[in-house]
């Protein structure tokens, strides 16, 4: 009887857009305080947790992703005024930038093209289809913009957002350990670092380190998405990917 009345229950709140938004808040703030409790171990990343929490709470009750969506759009219309909030704290290390913008532009020039070259070769060498291989390529810059590039050079822009989050978590749980065992020190490196190669996902663990490692991963962040939107093409057509 209980079950029966929990059932329909759902059913009513399930027809409203708000669950969706309530759902994403409520799992992010229980993986969050769970993260605290863990004294914030990269493997319990709450974007991880909330996640595959999600995933669950969506197969348990058997709601679509687009009836979902229809609240967590809210959240998702956030991602680009927080994106640009990260201004602000780049801002107040603009004085060190200023005296690090040429190797800092570099690095990032050079970890962009790196990162796309090297991922394209893996999955060649895997046998990937050239579709594949072209969802693969924008998969170190924020989603928006991968999803964008891939719909124009040829991927498929559902299997690019789902690299682009996979992306990003590996570089939050495993970047901070990599740096510790490089013995890596400088937060502006380690910033740099973890912008070009993990985007949002990364600058977020970036700024849980320091404010100045999540100011480099915000530029690093941003730069990367301009730079791979440009360049891109041209690397794909150099390696006879594009036409």
Same mark, same amino acid.
């Given at each position: 009887?209980?079950?029966?009345?929990?059932?329909?229950?759902?059913?009513?709140?399930?027809?409203?857009?708000?669950? +969706?938004?309530?759902?994403?808040?409520?799992?992010?703030?229980?993986?969050?305080?769970?993260?605290? $409790?863990?004294?914030?171990? !990269?493997?319990?990343?709450?974007?991880?947790? *909330?996640?595959?929490?999600?995933?669950?709470?969506?197969?348990?009750?058997?709601?679509?992703?687009?009836?979902? @969506?229809?609240? &967590?759009?809210?959240?998702? @219309?956030?991602?680009?005024?927080?994106?640009?909030?990260?201004?602000?704290?780049?801002?107040?290390?603009?004085? *060190?930038?200023?005296?690090? $913008?040429?190797?800092? @532009?570099?690095?990032?020039?050079? +970890?962009?093209?790196?990162?796309?070259? =090297?991922?394209?070769?893996?999955?060649?060498?895997? +046998?990937?289809?050239?579709?594949?291989?072209? =969802?693969?390529?924008?998969?170190?810059?924020?989603?928006?913009?991968?999803?964008?590039?891939?719909?124009?050079?040829?991927?498929?822009?559902?299997?690019?957002?789902?690299?682009?989050?996979?992306?990003?978590?590996?570089?939050?749980?495993?970047?901070?350990?990599?740096?510790?065992?490089?013995?890596?020190?400088?937060?502006?490196?380690?910033?740099?670092?973890?912008?070009?190669?993990?985007?949002?996902? &990364?600058?977020?663990?970036? @700024?849980?380190? =320091? !404010?100045?490692?999540?100011?480099?991963?915000?530029?690093?962040?941003?730069?990367?998405?301009?730079?791979?939107?440009?360049?891109? !093409?041209?690397?794909?057509?150099?390696?006879?990917?594009? =036409?």
């Amino acid at each position: 009887m209980l079950k029966s009345e929990l059932v329909e229950i759902w059913v009513y709140l399930s027809a409203s857009p708000l669950v +969706g938004l309530t759902i994403t808040l409520v799992t992010y703030g229980i993986a969050y305080r769970l993260y605290l $409790w863990a004294k914030c171990n !990269p493997l319990l990343n709450p974007v991880v947790v *909330s996640v595959a929490a999600l995933i669950a709470v969506l197969s348990i009750t058997n709601t679509s992703y687009e009836a979902y @969506f229809e609240g &967590g759009q809210f959240i998702h @219309f956030l991602l680009g005024p927080a994106t640009v909030a990260l201004a602000v704290p780049l801002y107040r290390q603009f004085s *060190s930038l200023k005296r690090q $913008w040429l190797p800092v @532009f570099a690095a990032i020039m050079g +970890g962009s093209t790196i990162g796309t070259l =090297s991922s394209v070769a893996i999955a060649q060498l895997l +046998g990937a289809s050239v579709q594949t291989q072209l =969802s693969l390529a924008p998969k170190s810059v924020t989603t928006p913009v991968a999803m964008g590039i891939s719909e124009q050079i040829g991927g498929l822009p559902s299997l690019t957002a789902a690299l682009v989050v996979m992306t990003g978590v590996i570089g939050a749980i495993l970047g901070t350990t990599l740096f510790r065992i490089l013995r890596i020190n400088n937060d502006s490196v380690k910033g740099i670092a973890m912008g070009v190669t993990a985007h949002g996902i &990364g600058t977020a663990r970036s @700024f849980q380190v =320091s !404010p100045e490692m999540g100011a480099f991963s915000g530029l690093a962040m941003a730069l990367s998405a301009f730079s791979t939107a440009v360049i891109l !093409p041209w690397l794909l057509g150099l390696i006879g990917l594009l =036409s």
